[in-house]
């Protein structure tokens, strides 16, 4: 990025803060990547669009594999489907406006090594050419993209640990709106709505340690650097 902009050889150091444990894989290391280049982006007033950035970021992201694509999606935030995959300059996304009261309650393990090299399964994204053409027109809506996304868990639970496959079955038992794993299938999740919370994580307590849950809202901003 700084070759691009002219300032090659150009050396500092960035520090970072993060709010959630480093095992939580849930695209962790492309949002650590994606906030670098935006800070030095931001810093150094670079006169480089933001879809560049966002190329930077997805080239690196695939070359070393921390990564499986999602640079785009992270960048737009929320709820993002991808009707044409590629670099985000290239690619197309949709966001999908979704109800203001939910929650995303993630359980993991703490100090479990992070492997997305060679990932299980993969559980993110959901590319619209997967879904049949005469029911594209109803991507926008949040109800038909949590339908599609338990139908699929459904079919991917055998691959599971048997741990992992234990707690999102509890799960799946409460009808949450949404539920899924992480890239390695160590961390598991789901989206429920506010006043669900609590039900959700007494089930994760039977699983993972307090220290490995974390209740968050939906980001509609997407990843960002503040000053």
């Known amino acids: 990025m700084l070759r691009k902009a002219g300032l090659d050889g150009l050396k500092g150091d960035l520090i970072f803060n993060f709010e959630i444990p480093l095992y939580s894989s ?29 190329d930077i970021a997805h ?8 990564g499986l694509g999602v640079s785009g999606i992270i960048m737009n935030g929320g709820i993002t489907v991808v009707t044409e995959p590629g670099a985000p300059s290239m690619a197309k996304y949709l966001n999908i406006r979704y109800p203001e009261d939910l929650r995303i309650v993630v359980g993991g393990s703490p100090g479990k090594e992070i492997d997305i090299s060679n990932p299980p399964l993969i559980p993110l994204p959901i590319y619209a050419d997967s879904i049949p053409a005469n029911i594209t027109c109803r991507l926008n809506e949040f109800n038909f993209i949590a339908g ?3 139908r699929l868990l459904h079919t991917r639970l055998c691959s599971l640990s048997l741990k992992s496959r234990s707690v999102l079955k509890r799960i799946m038992k409460m009808n949450p709106l949404m539920c899924g794993f992480d890239y390695d299938g160590k961390t598991v999740f789901a989206v ?11 089930v994760f307590l039977d699983f993972f340690p307090c220290e490995g849950i974390i209740v968050s809202e939906i980001d509609p901003i997407g990843a960002r650097v503040y000053f």
């Open 148 to 150: 599609i996304a338990r």
């Open 192 to 202: 429920v709505e506010r006043e669900r919370i609590r039900d959700v994580i007494e």
């Open 59 to 66: 080239e690196i992201e695939l070359k070393y594999k921390i």
């Open 26 to 54: 849930l695209s962790l290391p492309v949002a650590t990547l994606i906030s670098a280049l935006a800070s030095i982006y931001s810093a150094l007033k670079l006169s480089m669009s933001p879809a560049v950035l966002g």
